[in-house]
């Protein structure tokens, strides 16, 4: 019987390795698997090395760095001297997992990855560590495999596995009736992020482009998604005494039935786009941060579909121009220019048709089964 090893370091990747585990498991593939991962790898009954609990926390806290470093020295040895997989599938989580796959190819073990780090985004030099010691890349955006093959690295591409994750667009008017919205108003929802330092930098911005559009707009009405992970007691402290609805744990129905969203770079806008949703997506930070961003990023657009398409299709709102009045006056644009709108969604559809060409986790399981 084969072995394979699966290594996550968040939920998402958690839901991503399951994906790939059920196509294996319906394949039928005599194969032992063993994994770090969460709920869902653990539902269908796959051996967990370890869970996430010392992987998901961000920051530079010492006891974070201890623990994934005790960690990826617990796996290596496990994985070289005990469990000897005959390949090793890494998902998504960069930091932990390049560094790990140094040991791990010394060591002589095939590692495959899916969902690579965005060398492509920055930071280009760690393609160095994939070519040294990943043999196959699983690519879910086209045109990372080329860049990857023109560094001698095996690469194919497999699609993104938000297609066939993501829900049904949801029913407006049921939607509507659920939130007790205005079904005669446009919607304009407000996405400030998921993490803290987000919400500092943004929610106000966004917050006082809502009064401006108010100003200007009758027929408009607003709510503010919270992110499912934020507690309520920290969101509200960015709230503050905000008159807006806020809607948690509907995020993706509340992206498919917007006509206009203000969003926080990020995977979310990726999501907004495969529902074909008009948005701007707008970030500020600390300039010194940003200032160190610009020295490592690749490539000059931040906004996902507009990297996929290598097109301004979304507004990039960044720094000086995310501002209250910068971001209403898109806003509006969107709302109020029929032309400007179909043509966005026009765009955003190409980039749903571009990324369904492959069905994700099947292609992963088959790659998988092909070469274990």
């Known amino acids: 019987m084969k072995k394979l090893f699966i290594i996550t370091g968040e939920a998402s990747g958690d839901a991503h390795a399951a994906a790939v585990v059920k196509q294996l498991y319906d394949m039928d593939v005599d194969m032992q698997i063993e994994a770090i991962g969460g709920r869902q790898l653990k539902k269908l009954n796959v051996k967990l090395f370890s869970d996430h609990s010392k992987m998901s926390a961000m920051g530079l806290d010492f006891k974070i760095l201890f623990d994934h470093y005790k960690l990826g020295k617990d796996v290596a040895d496990y994985l070289i001297n005990d469990y000897k997989p005959d390949m090793v599938l890494m998902i998504d989580y960069g930091g932990f997992n390049l560094n790990l796959s140094k040991f791990l190819k010394k060591a002589g073990l095939k590692i495959y990855y899916y969902i690579p780090p965005q060398i492509w985004a920055s930071r280009k030099w760690r393609i160095n560590t994939v070519k040294k010691n990943i043999d196959k890349v699983m690519t879910i955006f086209p045109f990372e495999k080329d860049m990857y093959e023109k560094e001698g690295i095996k690469a194919e591409y497999v699609g993104h596995p938000l297609i066939s994750q993501l829900p049904a667009p949801a029913d407006r008017n049921e939607f509507f009736e659920k939130y007790n ?192």
């Open 181 to 372: 919205l205005d079904k005669s108003k446009k919607l304009v929802s407000i996405f400030p992020g998921s993490r803290t330092f987000e919400l500092k930098n943004l929610m106000k911005i966004f917050l006082k482009a809502k009064h401006i559009i108010s100003e200007n707009c009758n027929d408009v009405q607003f709510v503010i998604s919270q992110a499912p992970n934020l507690k309520d007691e920290v969101y509200k402290k960015y709230l503050g005494n905000a008159q807006i609805q806020v809607i948690k744990g509907d995020n993706q129905a509340l992206l498919s039935v917007s006509d206009a969203l203000m969003l926080a770079s990020g995977t979310v806008a990726l999501e907004a786009a495969l529902y074909k949703t008009p948005m701007i997506i707008s970030y500020r930070g600390p300039w010194i941060a940003y200032i160190i961003y610009r020295l490592v990023r690749c490539i000059e657009r931040v906004c996902l579909p507009n990297i996929i398409m290598d097109k301004d299709i979304v507004p990039e709102l960044l720094q000086k121009d995310s501002n209250p009045h910068v971001i209403a006056e898109n806003i509006i644009k969107i709302l109020n220019n029929d032309e400007y709108r179909e043509q966005m969604k026009s765009d955003l559809a190409k980039v749903h048709d571009l990324l369904s060409q492959e069905e994700s986790a099947k292609k992963v399981a088959q790659i998988i089964a092909a070469d274990i």
